[in-house]
């Protein structure tokens, strides 16, 4: 007899669909925005989940508990040599959710095909500047060419549309956002502007340093004309991105306004990191061990209900604009994207 679905629902009305799994705090990038120079104290090996712990959870989660979509994540995710093994494991799944990767771009160069050959249905590239000097002084290191690469690789593996995801920081970037847009449309690709969040291992957000999401879409209609495509929108449902169409091509640019026009009441999202911790939101101030209770002997039924409650205690909104708003003590690179 199958095993009994028992969806991800929290007490606001909201069912998670959407796994995203965290494969690594470790990123071979320094962003400003996310971690300082030096980096940061990385989980020691024997936390992070091994590939069948991963595959493990994931097959609970998509046979037992609904998920249809895993979104693989880190840190960065291509620095797993054994990426291209757990993406063909979760393919095999029934029923087969989406398989998506959120990756820096560096070295995708290298595994686009195989990734694709595996499984990879869809794959987001972070990119925040095409100026060489603004990457290095963003990243602290010196592979925007890499990216670049990564991307063209991305799109001649057949993926599509390749999306490239922006952060837009005042006084940073910001002027670059048409630029960004016309480099998009030449390449094919699918950019998506996201304000920034408080997420790094600083602490040192700052509103005011953030380019909203309406200023960005200003600065682009500089030099772009931007319509909204009626049919798009009614199907946008938890998507996070608000999408246009640039006037004489076929061709998207998408807005994600996660701080200024929160999506939180539509929200299909759950959050597994590489060691383990369920998160039901990625502003969470708790999480929920699934790693012991693994490695302890627990059957899956067990697995099952420790996750249907850590999602069930999901609170209606991240809060950003609540005066007792704390930031999460994990950063993004150990939570996942």
């Not at 840190?75 to 998506?100: H, N």
């Not at 195989?114 to 794959?123: F, H």
């Not at 699934?290 to 991240?318: F, M, N, S, T, Y």
Request: charged content about 25%; some cysteine; hydrophobic content about 45%.
């Amino acid at each position: 007899m199958p095993a009994r679905m028992l969806p991800l629902a929290d007490r606001h009305g909201r069912v998670a669909t959407d796994l995203r799994v965290s494969l690594t705090d470790r990123c071979n990038l320094r962003c400003t925005y996310c971690m300082p120079a030096e980096g940061l104290p990385w989980l020691p090996k024997d936390e992070i989940l091994t590939n069948a712990e991963l595959m493990r959870l994931i097959r609970v989660a998509v046979e037992r508990l609904g998920i249809a979509s895993v979104r693989l994540t880190g840190g960065e995710p291509l620095l797993r040599p054994d990426l291209e093994q757990l993406v063909a494991g979760i393919a095999a799944l029934t029923p087969r959710p989406k398989i998506a990767l959120t990756t820096n771009g560096i070295g995708l160069d290298r595994r686009a095909a195989s990734l694709v050959a595996t499984g990879l249905d869809r794959v987001n590239v972070s990119l925040d500047t095409l100026r060489p000097e603004v990457f290095r002084d963003l990243t602290r290191r010196d592979r925007l060419t890499d990216v670049l690469d990564g991307v063209r690789a991305a799109k001649a593996a057949g993926l599509d549309p390749v999306k490239v995801n922006t952060v837009l920081m005042r006084g940073v970037n910001h002027t670059e956002a048409a630029d960004l847009v016309e480099w998009a449309l030449g390449e094919g690709v699918q950019l998506r502007f996201i304000e920034q969040m408080p997420l790094d291992a600083q602490h040192g957000w700052d509103r005011g340093e953030m380019v909203t999401a309406a200023e960005a879409m200003a600065l682009v209609a500089d030099r772009f004309e931007l319509i909204e495509d009626p049919e798009v929108a009614a199907a946008r449902g938890s998507a996070p991105a608000e999408l246009f169409r640039v006037v004489g091509t076929p061709q998207q640019v998408g807005f994600i306004a996660a701080v200024t026009r929160p999506f939180c009441g539509d929200c299909d999202r759950v959050r597994l990191t590489a060691d383990g911790q369920i998160r039901n939101c990625l502003f969470a101030r708790t999480e929920s061990d699934l790693r012991a209770p693994l490695r302890a002997g627990a059957d899956d039924d067990e697995i099952a209900q420790r996750w249907v409650r850590a999602v069930a205690g999901k609170l209606p909104g991240h809060g950003i604009d609540d005066p007792s708003f704390l930031q999460p003590d994990r950063p993004m690179s150990a939570i996942g994207g």
